[in-house]
């Protein structure tokens, strides 16, 4: 385990360090720019939840943190290694960054264990027997027992989103994405998703969230970021970003939305 | 600059059922306009088609009975004839439509696979490959293979012949994989966007992403195009009888000429033909079908 993460890691960096420095991304789609020098640093750990109106390059800012997204100048580093350089294995950078998307993606011709098995065996080429007794635990962790064997398509939105959950987890990743992943939910199944993340998050996993769950947000981000039209508008502990918010757009955005 | 709309100008990056406009509905990639053909043939009635045959078969009585050589005398022709006919003419006619099928399928899903490819040059190289045999009529595909291929080649002192079915199989097998490249195209890239962002954002290699995640998906969605080609290949074998390669048409002509080229034989003998092609291919069409509507409810 220790001479794999000692692999795993960039050359120089030693975890006192942020494990994600995004410092100046600039982004854009055509003549569309969605980011407009963002920075933010995220320390081993924590939960940083990223929130603000849509189209403001939010989802477009996490997509960038595992290369699902090419930026166009600036630079992010994750363990510190430089994401936005070309000679980057990006196979090698998404074994350590996890992501969760809105809409779970599962492969639907695999059933949720398998799921959950693919990656470790096939990218990870660990032995089969150790990675299913492994998928049995986070099945069991994301509360889905007895839905080993089901497929995608007989489990229930938020059930779904758990087996994705769960299927990142297996690649044992330091950093995990969550893009929006309970704004394809109703009301009631949003609550055991949530309950997932905040375990991880207890267990020391380092989060970065999109999301519009501000009562989750408020609960449990060590950080908040307010973006709007690619830039980060206002940020801080949660504490003090829903009462002190100075910046008329944020204020104006948490009036709508809370 | 003009608002490009998912969908309509590309192709849809979202997992949502989006609404196309009718006219874009059918050029969208993995419902190929192709599988016309088998819903024609399957829709129609065998009784129906049986009747049409009939008719035409019944008209040249009249004329029959006027010469010595009766349609009597034709259809005994045609019995004695028959087992001849199928063992070595509708057979040879299976066997070409099996090999082309092989190969064609084989190169198809090549091309295909290029097509989706991120290497710029080897979709630039495919697109135009796919295009040129997609676009060229079969029977001149067929005589430039037959005529500038060499019939015998020299390896050292021994002589190879190279039969002319198999330069045949060669020909009929380009369009055959260039539809199929189509088929394979459409197939991959009806995948939602997704299912890609979700492997490789596992650590999946574009290898690992297309083979375990991305065929595995889209295999049903091109079986009943694939069959549906199948059925087009196998009626378009006799064309190779222009050729001289002695199939079920080639046959029927020389023995007709054995029976001394009486018009009467015409009929039984082509009339055969038509039906031992119809009995082979109308129950693939059926199967399609069915395995289209089973497809499309699963999705």
Partial sequence: MSSREATMNGPDWDPSQPIVSIRDVYKSFGELEVLRGVSFEVMKGEVVCIIGPSGSGKSTLIRCVNALNSIDSGSIRVEGQEVHDPDLDKLELRRKVGMVFQQYNLFPHKTAIENVMMAPVLVLKEPKGEVEARARALIRKVRLEGKEDSFPGELSGGQQQRVAIARSLAMRPDIMLFDEITAALDPETVKEVLVTIRELAEEGMTCILVTHEMGFARELANHIYFTDRGVIVEHGPPATFFTEAKDPRTREFLSQIL | ?299
Wanted: aromatic share 12%.
């Fill in chain 2, 1 to 299: 600059m003009r608002a490009r709309i998912p969908g309509v100008d590309a192709a849809a990056r979202s997992d949502l059922a989006v609404l196309l406009p009718s006219r874009a509905r059918d050029r969208a990639p993995g419902r190929p306009g192709d599988l016309a053909f088998s819903r024609w043939l399957g829709s129609t009635a065998p009784w129906r088609l049986v009747l049409v045959v009939a008719l035409v078969a019944a008209w040249p009585f009249a004329a029959a009975a006027q010469s010595g050589f009766t349609m009597g005398h034709a259809f005994e022709a045609l019995w004695r004839w028959l087992p001849f006919l199928v063992t070595k003419g509708f057979a040879m006619n299976v066997v070409i439509s099996f090999l082309t099928m092989a190969i064609g399928t084989a190169g198809g899903v090549v091309l295909g696979l290029w097509q989706v490819s991120p290497s710029a040059a080897a979709r630039r190289v495919a697109w135009a490959l796919t295009q040129a045999f997609r676009n060229s009529p079969w029977l001149v595909l067929l005589f430039i293979v037959m005529l500038t291929f060499p019939f015998q080649v020299e390896v050292g002192s021994t002589v190879i012949f190279i039969p002319d079915w198999t330069k045949a199989v060669f020909g009929l097998s380009l369009p055959v994989m260039a539809n199929l490249s189509e088929v394979v195209r459409g197939a991959v890239q009806s995948v939602p966007t997704g299912q890609w962002e979700a492997a490789e954002s596992l650590a999946f290699s574009r290898r690992q992403i297309l083979w375990r995640i991305v065929l595995p998906q889209c295999f049903k969605r091109m079986v009943p195009p694939w069959m549906n080609w199948y059925a087009i290949l196998t009626m378009a074998t006799p064309l190779v009888s222009l050729l001289g390669v002695e199939e079920l048409v080639t046959l029927s002509r020389q023995a007709m000429e054995a029976e001394d080229n009486h018009p009467e034989l015409l009929v039984p003998f082509f009339g055969f033909a038509l039906v031992i092609f119809f009995a082979y291919c109308y129950p693939i069409a059926r199967w399609t079908i069915a395995l289209e509507r089973r497809f499309a409810v699963k999705l």
